[in-house]
């Protein structure tokens, strides 16, 4: 006669739970979710995260790009309206630009970096007018673009494409925007 004990079933004893790898790595990966919520949640905004309320005022901003061809720089036009070309953004028009020798460098027979420039480019900087404000590291424009010195910024200026640097940026007064002749497209109201 079969026991009636050994029956197939398991008994309590076998019922154990049992960890596995993939048990230990779900513990691990909900310990460390909980870990970095919390620190989120428990730490205080810094000063980049914190909105610091910014008064807008005009800005005449200078781009500069070392190199560009002639046969791009021939199409520049005062009061050409200027676009961020990443982010699509507005940056006003053009006040102004200046055209220079180009800029490289080349290397010498004896082996060193001198100053050289290319008759088929020029280096160009370009002048535009924003309204921004002073965020403690560059100015912010009512876009949200964020200017530095030294930031890389691709521009449209017209039909014209460069890859600048934002080489300076200078708040204008109120008796300073005033008496400015400025082109059509690139007048900024102050209200």
């Known amino acids: 006669m079969a026991n009636k004990n050994n029956t197939g ?13 993939i048990d230990v790595l ?50 520049l036009e005062v009061g050409a309206q ?6 699509r953004l507005n940056m006003g028009a053009l006040l102004d630009y200046k055209l220079q020798p180009s800029v490289f460098w080349e290397m010498t027979d004896a082996g060193q970096m001198v100053q050289a420039s290319r008759d088929d480019q020029n ?29 890389s910024i691709v521009l449209r200026v017209g039909v014209c494409k460069f890859y600048m640097t934002v080489a300076n940026f200078t708040k204008l007064s109120e008796s300073e925007y005033a008496n400015m002749e400025l082109p059509e497209y690139g007048h900024v109201d102050m209200d």
């Open 26 to 75: 779900v513990l691990v990966v909900v310990v460390l979710a909980a870990v970095l919520l919390f620190r989120r949640v428990a730490t205080p905004a810094t000063e980049d995260e914190e909105k610091i309320p910014l008064t807008y005022e005009p800005y005449v901003v200078e781009y500069y790009c070392d190199n560009s061809y002639k046969f791009v720089t021939d199409h």
């Open 123 to 151: 280096s160009v900087t370009l002048y535009t007018i924003v309204d921004a404000g002073d965020n403690g590291n560059g100015i912010t424009t009512y876009d949200n673009q964020v200017l530095s010195l030294g930031h």
């Open 9 to 21: 079933a398991k008994s309590k004893d076998a019922k154990k739970w049992k960890f596995n790898i």
């Open 82 to 87: 200027i676009r961020d070309d990443t982010l």
